[in-house]
């Protein structure tokens, strides 16, 4: 298997923290280079008319493009550490928890980035900076949220280590550029949940 | 069971389809009136903290959010019709294309709405015409390429009918709302498609 990635994007990173934590070895890596475009060639086009990384080749040349069908596709070919649930109800919870933390505080932070940060200007083409302040303050009233919630609970999802903490460090990750932090917008439970994923040997880059 | 749900809204349409085509029954509904705000109400954010429908109110009091979660939560329950795939491979791949149209056609199209619709303008507190018209051209890019895939083939995913063809089809009954008609565009593919998902008793509202 090939994966077509390049380093320091949010969902390339969210593919490597997965694949890390599995202990997964030899998957051939080939760096697609966004800033220059390269996602937008025809050649990468022919991969994934999505135009985006990650794309997981399989060794028949299928394409398997989106970040949680590739994580899904890998727990199948190794189960442990489970990362998505053991029983379809645990299942349910954690890609519950997985799409809020993705869709409601990653998509906010990466629209906030996206429409305000000047290294991203080349990649949206037109940026809108109030549609972006909008977005954060989306992302801080989710932060806040997760911030109680972890007041309660070590993880996401519940009381282990799943998908859904690596979909949320992620997007705090990429919210560095921002320069949201919990700890300066008060929220303790959220900074220490942070470290603790922080300190894994998979979220080292 | 009871369901926690908005008649008119598209992702409650994606879970009321999914129910349909499974021909799932007893399940009780409960409607919430987003247009009066009783999603923001405290006792349905105690339900769902993210203020969104639909929710699904397991026998225990467990509440489960998120429609794939739902969605993948009732296939575990009833699992024929499939319609999340059968091998680890072809689940990666409809999720990989549930994924696609939700993300990249289906969430162009609710921004575009939201951000344009004068109906709308309630929900969304303050509207970007200007991004609106950003998604506009987003969300019709991705429907060429829908009608470039669906020329080869029935369905989003491939030759049969499963959760993606749900998730887009709610997307462009939404998107009736902006007056964005496959046929209009010239995307008869698409049109086809589109026409013969609508013919299935499971499309009625």
């Known amino acids: 298997m090939k994966l077509h990635t390049a380093a320091r994007a949010p969902n390339p ?12 070895t030899g998957i051939e890596r080939i760096e697609v280079d966004l800033l220059k475009g390269e996602h937008r060639r025809e050649e990468f086009q022919r991969l994934n008319p ?13 394409m398997l493009a989106e970040t949680r069908a590739i994580s899904g596709y890998l727990e199948s070919l190794h189960p442990e550490p489970n990362l998505l649930g053991r029983t ?3 299942r349910a919870e954690i890609e519950m928890w997985d799409r809020r933390v993705e869709l ?5 932070i990466r629209d906030w980035v996206r429409h305000s940060h000047p290294a991203l200007a080349v990649l949206e083409g037109r940026q809108f900076p109030d549609y972006a302040q909008v977005q954060a303050a989306r992302a801080r009233a989710h932060a806040r949220w997760l911030d109680q919630e972890l007041a309660g ?15 949320a460090f992620c997007a705090l990750e990429f919210a560095r550029l921002v320069k949201l932090s919990p700890a ?19 979220a080292v880059t």
């Open 88 to 90: 379809p109800r645990e």
């Open 13 to 24: 990173r969210r593919v490597e923290m997965f694949i890390a934590e599995k202990g997964i």
């Open 153 to 167: 609970r070590p993880f996401i999802a519940g009381t282990r280590f799943t998908i859904a903490d690596i979909t």
């Open 50 to 62: 999505a135009v985006q990384v990650p794309v997981l080749e399989l060794d028949d040349g299928t």
């Open 184 to 202: 300066a917008e008060g929220l303790q439970a959220l900074q220490r949940w942070r470290d603790a994923i922080a300190a894994r040997p998979s």
């Open 104 to 108: 409601g505080l990653g998509f906010a």
